[in-house]
C-alpha cells in the first residue's frame, strides 16, 4: 500500500501563488505516474496535472497551463505543484494522486488540501 499525505493549501489573494506538496509513503517503488486534481463545490474531481515517473513528461489541464507546474522528488517521494497566478476559480481541494505500474487508473488517493482564492 501506499499512502500520500497533501500539504501546502491556504487561503490566497487572486494573482498569487501557493505551492502544494504530497509525501508518499509506504510501497513507493510501485508507483509510476504521479498527479494532481482538484474539487471545487457541487463539481465533479477534475484533472490537474500529472508527471511520469522520469519526471520527462507533464501533462496539464488546458486550465492551468502556463500557470501550474508539477514536479517530483523521487530521492524524496514527493510531488509538488507550483501554482501561479491563482484565480478565484481555482478555489477547490486538491487531491494528489500515484498510479501502480501498469495501472490505467490512480490506485491511491491523499486527503485533500484545501485551496482558496479570494478576488
Known amino acids: 500500500q501506499v499512502q500520500l499525505v497533501e500539504s501546502g493549501g491556504g487561503l490566497v489573494q487572486a494573482g498569487g501563488s501557493l505551492r502544494l506538496s504530497c509525501a508518499a509513503s509506504g510501497r513507493t517503488d510501485s508507483i509510476s505516474t504521479m498527479g494532481w486534481f482538484c474539487q471545487a463545490p457541487g463539481k465533479e474531481r477534475e484533472f490537474v496535472a500529472a508527471?511520469?515517473?522520469?519526471?520527462?513528461?507533464?501533462y496539464y489541464a488546458d486550465s492551468v497551463k502556463g500557470r501550474f507546474t508539477v514536479s517530483r522528488d523521487n530521492a524524496k517521494n514527493t510531488v509538488s505543484l507550483q501554482m501561479n497566478g491563482l484565480k478565484p476559480e481555482d478555489t477547490a481541494v486538491y487531491y494528489c494522486a500515484a498510479r501502480r505500474f501498469g495501472s490505467a487508473k490512480y490506485n491511491y488517493w491523499g486527503q485533500g488540501t484545501q485551496v482558496t482564492v479570494s478576488s
Open positions: 508527471i511520469t515517473l522520469s519526471g520527462y513528461s507533464t
